[in-house]
């Protein structure tokens, strides 16, 4: 029994190293997580057995490719019963604005920005229902506010768009007792 014993929780991106650690840390407060993953490997084998029936893993590879198909996934309908969303995974790359390319800019636009915000509308309907949720997000180094980057504008753009989302998510929400955060971890070696 733990503070989240009867909870389910969607941790997207739960098979790196932020993702794992986040994904043990609920297993172990006593909430079952879906464990999303982008592809079936000895890692998620591990996982799935380290975890038993305390949580399952969602095999999905989401791309900017294939980012409208995401209204009619399986993630969807996880998230869509959440009591709590994290979502971890999101590209990185470090290039001058000059050297960044269209599918570069349309991958950290929706992987990296719109994805949390649109697995936050498919999970907030449910939270306000229940009256609570957590949600927590990742942003990258000093994307907590406006900043310059030299080599990676398109990124931080992206998760500095994060914040806006999480601190409107917080003010929206707070009567439903959800609440919504973003971590900055800078650089890790994963």
Not at 4 to 20: E, H, M, N, Q, R
Not at 44 to 66: R, T
Not at 69 to 80: A, H, I, R, T, Y
Not at 81 to 107: H, R, Y
Request: with cysteine; hydrophobic share 40%; glycine share 8%.
């Amino acid at each position: 029994m733990g503070r989240f014993s009867g909870k389910k929780a969607v941790v997207v991106g739960g098979t790196g190293d932020i993702g794992l650690a986040i994904c043990r840390r609920l297993v172990g407060e006593g909430a079952f997580v879906t464990v999303h993953c982008s592809a079936k490997s000895e890692k998620s084998e591990k996982i799935q057995k380290e975890f038993g029936n305390n949580a399952e893993l969602l095999y999905m590879n989401i791309s900017e490719n294939d980012f409208d198909g995401l209204d009619k996934s399986l993630l969807k309908e996880k998230v869509s019963e959440a009591d709590i969303l994290c979502v971890v995974m999101g590209p990185f790359a470090q290039k001058t604005i000059e050297d960044t390319s269209l599918s570069d800019w349309k991958k950290f636009a929706l992987l990296d920005y719109a994805l949390p915000g649109l697995l936050s509308s498919y999970a907030l309907p449910y939270m306000k229902k229940k009256m609570w949720g957590r949600i927590i997000f990742f942003g990258g180094t000093r994307t907590f506010s406006i900043n310059a980057y030299k080599t990676n504008a398109a990124y931080a753009a992206a998760k500095t768009g994060v914040s806006v989302i999480t601190k409107s998510i917080a003010v929206e929400c707070a009567p439903y007792n959800i609440t919504c955060n973003a971590i900055f971890p800078g650089f890790v070696d994963s």
